[in-house]
């Protein structure tokens, strides 16, 4: 059986669709922006921007039951791959021990033209 996941404590989803779901001892997440879901702001830069996307994923994982201790796999989306070192060291202070598997693609845009988005999948 699904379970819809949404929580007010990561940004809510702009179009039709879950922020997470969860099926069969999996968590599946959507694409999670760096929008601080309090005030609606987005910080500035790229490192900031992966901190706040981060953020956002622990949150909905919480509200998920599950942690990031537990994903398996994230997919990151950059709209610059020159970002990729300034965001590797921002992502690694998020995972303690082993490493989840990653895909990191450089795309031509992203909603409200942030400059990274993450999804993952966890174990819950």
Avoid: W
Avoid at 35 to 55: C, F, H, M, N, W
Avoid at 57 to 69: D, G
């Amino acid at each position: 059986m699904k379970n819809v996941i949404n929580t007010k404590n990561a940004p809510a989803a702009i179009g039709p669709y879950s922020q997470a779901i969860a099926v069969n001892g999996m968590v599946y997440t959507s694409g999670i922006i760096p929008v601080d879901p309090e005030t609606g702001v987005i910080p500035e830069g790229s490192a900031a921007q992966a901190k706040q996307a981060l953020s956002n994923l622990a949150n909905l994982l919480e509200a998920a039951s599950t942690s990031m201790e537990n994903v398996i796999k994230t997919t990151v989306f950059i709209k610059e791959m020159d970002d990729f070192a300034a965001i590797n060291e921002v992502y690694q202070t998020f995972f303690h021990g082993d490493y989840p598997a990653r895909s990191c693609v450089e795309v031509a845009r992203l909603p409200k033209d942030v400059l990274i988005e993450i999804e993952a999948v966890a174990l819950r």
